[in-house]
């Protein structure tokens, strides 16, 4: 495993819209425990392929629950609303106001490449959002609601 650089806003990869993924190669595979150790080291809840350079239809996701893995995700049903805050490692330091759905249903494929549905609310639910628009060339900045600002951290709070 090794760790991934992350692109950072303004970088044209990130404009892009992703390929998908017709099989799990060894380099398929490689890539994502890169993502997943990348997207640890930088304290983030998600990472999709584009972040490391990598115009593929893959993201990852942990929001304290054990790692997700997408691979060809899409939202097939959607519904609420909820605004918060969120970040991007793509953008360290800084947050924005955003409105996503408060509940989502994601079609994917696992790293045997099998299909497979799942529900989200909350926090996972704007994670699910937030990554497969990384797969379309959009970042939550286009969608803030209000001027980006710095991100407070829940540990930086308790010191």
């Given at each position: ?104 249903k994601v079609e994917a494929w696992d790293e045997e ?47």
């Amino acid at each position: 495993m090794a760790l991934r650089n992350i692109r950072q806003l303004g970088d044209e990869i990130l404009t892009k819209k992703c390929r998908d993924v017709k099989e799990v190669t060894p380099k398929i595979k490689e890539l994502i425990e890169d993502m997943l150790e990348t997207m640890y080291d930088g304290n983030g809840v998600g990472l999709a392929a584009p972040q490391v350079g990598i115009l593929k239809r893959l993201t990852v996701i942990d929001i304290g629950d054990g790692p997700i893995v997408l691979i060809n995700p899409r939202v097939i049903e959607s519904r609420g609303e909820q605004t918060g805050d969120e970040g991007c490692l793509s953008l360290p330091g800084k947050a924005g106001v955003v409105t996503r759905p408060y509940y989502v249903k994601v079609e994917a494929w696992d790293e045997e490449m099998n299909r497979f549905e799942m529900e989200g609310e909350e926090l996972l639910a704007r994670a699910f959002c937030h990554e497969i628009d990384h797969l379309d060339g959009h970042m939550y900045v286009e969608k803030i609601e209000g001027p980006l600002h710095d991100a407070v951290y829940e540990d930086e709070e308790e010191e």
